[in-house]
Nanobody, 122 residues
Framework: QVQLVESGGGLVQAGGSLRLSCAAS????????MGWFRQAPGKEREFVAI????????EYAASVKGRFTIARDNTKNTVFLQMNSLKPEDTAVYYC???????????????WGQGTQVTVSS
């Protein structure tokens, strides 16, 4: 069982930066693949970024590649999402998720946080 708690969301102007954190409780954090997803009003939840258990492998959605960076600290059971050059279209609730398998599909993730709101003003 894994419990996830996101933090770090907020209101920022376009071009600004935010750093999201996701703290995990439970055992064997390093054995879990961690993903970030987001859901904007009226839209489906979409993949943002994923990181392997070791932290060596990462992937990003095309819309955020080059602007967002996912990282993890297995000693602190935490995964991060550094978001730079934010755009109004990045406005959404951001969720972290955990699973034993490497997958970009949100339906496959077993554990989810409660989400944190990110709002980017133009």
């Amino acid at each position: 069982q894994v419990q996830l708690v996101e933090s770090g969301g907020g209101l920022v102007q376009a071009g600004g930066s935010l750093r999201l954190s996701c703290a995990a409780s439970g055992r064997s954090f390093s054995s879990y693949i961690m993903g970030w997803f987001r859901q904007a009003p009226g839209k489906e939840r979409e993949f943002v970024a994923i990181i392997s258990g070791s932290g060596l492998n990462t992937e990003y959605a095309a819309s955020v590649k080059g602007r967002f960076t996912i990282a993890r600290d297995n000693t602190k059971n935490t995964v991060f999402l550094q978001m730079n050059s934010l755009k109004p279209e990045d406005t959404a609730v951001y969720y972290c998720a955990a699973d034993r398998e490497y997958t970009l599909y949100s339906n496959n993730y077993d554990y989810w946080g409660q989400g944190t709101q990110v709002t980017v003003s133009s």
